[in-house]
């Protein structure tokens, strides 16, 4: 059974969507994360992901996935947990598998990090390769919030329950207006029983998703620019000014404001550039309070620049910081120019575009296909 799923890009609510009932705006891309499930006799179990050059083996004993030599596989973190929520989920009888996963190439690899949500992708993509090789239809709606949970879930574990799972959200159900579940829900999850985990995942969480259609006009483009940073590191600086500076709530306020606002606007030219840019102002603000590098001179110098060249709107999506710089232009003559300008400023442009879906069934074909060009 093959399915895939789509990396994101974040445009509004980096930060503020980690607090509970703000929003925010996910775009689906049309870069997908592969995954191929094929039934293994017994309870063996292997996981191959070519790109990292990862092969990992183990086995279902009692309803549990056990790896031999689990220890040696960070890379392969998310699908490894991924694997075994789907298998505390499916019960003690769930069959054996291999597990491929393959990315397309705008997802970077290794050090070269793009800020498309790789790690969400992939942990959705398996999910819905195991639960649909034992018999579940993807397509059903009821499917994919049962998708959602687990993902939500097993992306938590492997992040040390950091994030708000919008990247998530977004490559289960597309592009979207997204606002967090409660952090508190996955309490309890790993250590409870599996009866307990199994009517955790069944229930409506409290998060809100609603999928939103893009302005036609709106033409995405996106670079790499070569300056890796740790999202986990911004988020614990962000966290500590959180505990320690009263002007972080006022902060995050007149940010998700500003979010709302713009997305509200999203088909009014004018408005949705004034209030996305009250959300950037903000946003860089909330950095300057807190000593995260959310955005540095040079690249409010290089926003300032890309405006000039085509840019409608222009911004480090997600967490910030400088993995990666997007824009959307309203007309191919200025995307060019947009993309002339960033080639000049030696940025590493990526061929993407706007998904048009969530997650959803392969063909073998298809896989076979996406295996072959990227493995």
Same mark, same amino acid.
């Given at each position: 059974f093959c399915a895939s799923a789509p990396g994101k890009i974040l445009w509004l609510g980096g930060y503020s969507v980690l607090e509970?009932?703000?929003?925010?705006?996910?775009?689906?891309?049309?870069?997908?994360?592969?995954?191929?499930?094929?039934?293994?006799?017994?309870?063996?179990?292997?996981?191959?992901?070519p790109q990292f050059k990862v092969k990992a083996v183990g086995r279902i004993t009692g309803g549990?996935?056990?790896?031999?030599?689990?220890?040696?596989?960070?890379?392969?973190?998310?699908?490894?947990?991924?694997?075994?929520?789907?298998?505390?989920?499916?019960?003690?009888?769930?069959?054996?598998?291999?597990?491929?996963?393959?990315? @397309?190439?705008? !997802?970077?690899?290794?050090?070269? *990090?793009?800020?498309?949500? +790789?790690? &969400?992708?992939?942990?959705?993509?398996a999910v819905s390769a195991i639960l649909g090789l034992n018999g579940y239809?993807?397509?059903?709606e009821k499917a994919k919030i049962l998708i959602n949970n687990l993902s939500q879930y097993a992306h938590s574990i492997s992040q040390g329950k950091v994030g708000s799972g919008f990247d998530v959200a977004s490559a289960v159900f597309g592009t979207i207006k997204y606002s967090r579940y409660?952090?508190?829900?996955?309490?309890?999850?790993?250590?409870?029983? @599996?009866?307990? !985990?199994?009517?955790?995942?069944? *229930?409506?969480?409290?998060? +809100?998703? &609603?999928?939103?259609?893009?302005?036609?006009?709106?033409?995405?483009?996106?670079?790499?620019t070569n300056s890796?940073?740790?999202?986990t590191e911004m988020v614990k600086k962000i966290n500590q000014y959180k505990e320690t500076d009263g002007?972080?709530?006022?902060?995050?306020?007149?940010?998700?404001?500003?979010?709302?606002?713009?997305?509200?606007?999203?088909?009014?030219?004018e408005k949705f550039l004034k209030y996305f840019e009250d959300g950037r102002r903000l946003t860089k603000m909330l950095g300057e309070l807190s000593g995260a590098e959310i955005e540095n001179p040079k690249f409010s110098n290089l926003i300032s620049k890309s405006n000039s060249n085509g840019a409608y709107v222009c911004k480090l999506p997600g967490a910030g910081g400088g993995d990666s710089i997007?824009?959307?232009?309203?007309?191919?003559?200025?995307?060019?120019?947009?993309?002339?300008?960033?080639?000049?400023?030696?940025l590493d442009v990526l061929d993407v575009g706007f998904g048009k879906f969530g997650v959803k069934r392969e063909s073998t074909l298809a896989f076979n296909f996406a295996y072959k060009t990227n493995a």
């Open positions: 509970k009932g703000n929003v925010s705006l996910v775009s689906a891309i049309d870069k997908r994360v592969f995954a191929k499930a094929e039934k293994l006799q017994g309870g063996a179990v292997e996981f191959l992901l549990k996935l056990i790896l031999d030599g689990a220890e040696s596989f960070e890379k392969a973190k998310f699908v490894i947990e991924a694997a075994k929520a789907c298998v505390r989920y499916l019960g003690p009888n769930t069959s054996g598998f291999r597990l491929t996963t393959v990315s @397309d190439k705008a !997802f970077g690899s290794g050090k070269k *990090k793009t800020g498309l949500g +790789s790690s &969400a992708a992939v942990t959705v993509a239809n993807l397509t059903d409660s952090p508190k829900i996955l309490d309890g999850a790993s250590s409870n029983g @599996d009866f307990y !985990f199994k009517t955790l995942i069944q *229930k409506n969480w409290d998060y +809100s998703i &609603a999928p939103i259609s893009l302005p036609k006009k709106f033409i995405p483009i996106i670079a790499s890796p940073i740790s999202t002007l972080y709530f006022e902060t995050i306020e007149k940010l998700n404001s500003a979010n709302a606002l713009a997305i509200q606007n999203i088909d009014n030219q997007a824009a959307i232009c309203l007309t191919d003559a200025n995307w060019q120019k947009l993309l002339n300008f960033w080639k000049k400023e030696r």
